[in-house]
């Protein structure tokens, strides 16, 4: 089973402690492994357990240092918007923010509507707490696996259905599997609204 991830992808998935950053560097990993591809990565976090930021580095390719220079990740994922808008000098001109919206208005300011503009990054932004409040009783473990399911709906590169769902299936919890599914297939739904 080959992956579509390419033969190089760098990524930042930013958000605090708790969201599930890690268990969604895992499912990259997954894919890229199961790719073929060489996988290099590192986390840099302060308070990650007291919901203090948490910043993980991830590249698949041939690359020999774990940390993605600014301005030349393909992808940021940002599981709080707050923190994405923080770290998006990492996104190179024309990536893709991939983002849990929570407050729409913050994107209506001119200077980062600007920012966005020159630089052609491709915004993929979605309500998480809003959907996770209506489909999963507002259980926001699940935040990680539906930033999954926004970036394989926006058809972000390395995000392919077959082989997200394969890597949930594998790495998610048995007694979870369902309802993971079931919120990957929400944020599919969210991308593409």
Known sequence: MGSDMGSSMQYIIVGVGGQGILFTSRVLGKIAIDGGLPVVGSEVHGMAQRGGSVISHFKVGDYSGPL???????????????????????????????????????????????????????????????????????????LNVLILGAASGAGVRGFEREQV???????????????NLKVFELGVQAATR
Do not use: W
């Open 165 to 179: 769902v394969a890597a949930l299936k594998e790495l998610a919890p048995p007694k979870h599997l369902d309802f």
């Open 68 to 142: 993605v220079t600014t301005g030349c990740a393909d992808v940021v994922m940002a599981f709080d918007q707050n923190e994405g808008i923080r770290n998006l000098a990492f996104l190179r001109d024309g990536g893709t923010f991939v983002v849990n919206v929570n407050d729409s208005d913050a994107f209506e300011n001119a200077r980062l509507k600007k920012y966005l503009t020159d630089k052609k990054i491709r915004v993929c932004a979605f309500p998480g707490f809003e959907i996770l409040n209506e489909h999963m009783k507002g259980n926001y473990l699940f």
